[in-house]
Antibody, heavy 116, light 110 residues
Framework: EVQLVQSGAEVKKPGESLKISCQSS????????IGWVRQMPGKGLEWMGN????????RYNPSFQGQVTISADRSITTAYLQWSSLKASDTAMYYC?????????WGQGTLVTVSS | QSVLTQPPSASGTPGQRVTISCSGS????????VNWYQQLPGTAPNLLIY???QRPSGVPDRFSGSKSGTSASLAISGLQSEDEADYFC???????????FGGGTKLTVL
């Protein structure tokens, strides 16, 4: 089955680090961009950045550049989104999605809650 | 422009036809194709329309997309209660150098 499966919900404190994952199956992982999309509570969708697992080329939305790191490991067909120092404002649902000219395959989402 | 402009809400009764607009600029909708996503309550978004007016396999033909200049529209005919969801438009943006989403429209079926 063609799918993206994300890691489970996380509860963290401000200042902590975090890495969430998105594992693909059923298609050639290296051949498609994977994007990360943020949805803050009750809000819309925001593109954070993309990674191309074939060569690890990475593109960022300027609003998120320097705030997060996007990466991929071809050997285990998994993409990652990580923070080195979380803020309360990072509380949101995060989705990974396969990207061509559109996002045609989505993960189920990972809820990240940052609270002291 | 940080987002494409959509009305925050729309509504209709079962069987009606509703349209949702999406307004952009020459750097996004005016130069690139438009995609639409449906997000049912408590679930991940799902591709509804791509390439301005193409439906992925499994999407009913009640859903249709169109584009003119720097604006696009999603039309839903024969409205059903299961269509109650948030709808987002999106297009590649040359200034962002990435995909730009609309703010979303919450569709209520009365």
């Amino acid at each position: 089955e063609v799918q993206l499966v994300q890691s489970g919900a996380e509860v963290k404190k401000p200042g902590e680090s975090l890495k969430i994952s998105c594992q693909s199956s059923g298609y050639s992982f290296a051949s498609y961009w994977i994007g990360w999309v943020r949805q803050m509570p009750g809000k819309g969708l925001e593109w954070m950045g993309n990674v191309y697992p074939g060569d690890s080329d990475t593109r960022y939305n300027p609003s998120f550049q320097g705030q997060v790191t996007i990466s991929a490991d071809r050997s285990i067909t998994t993409a990652y989104l990580q923070w080195s120092s979380l803020k309360a404002s990072d509380t949101a649902m995060y989705y990974c999605a396969r990207h061509t000219t559109h996002f045609d395959l989505w993960g189920q989402g990972t809820l990240v809650t940052v609270s002291s | 422009q940080s987002v494409l402009t959509q009305p925050p809400s729309a509504s209709g009764t079962p069987g009606q036809r509703v349209t949702i607009s999406c307004s952009g600029s020459s750097s996004n909708i005016g130069s690139h194709t438009v995609n639409w996503y449906q997000q049912l309550p408590g679930t991940a978004p799902n591709l509804l329309i791509y390439g301005d007016n193409q439906r992925p396999s499994g999407v009913p033909d009640r859903f249709s997309g169109s584009k003119s200049g720097t604006s696009a529209s999603l039309a839903i005919s024969g409205l059903q209660s299961e269509d109650e969801a948030d709808y987002f438009c999106a297009a590649w943006d040359d200034r962002l150098n990435g995909p730009l989403f609309g703010g979303g429209t919450k569709l209520t079926v009365l």
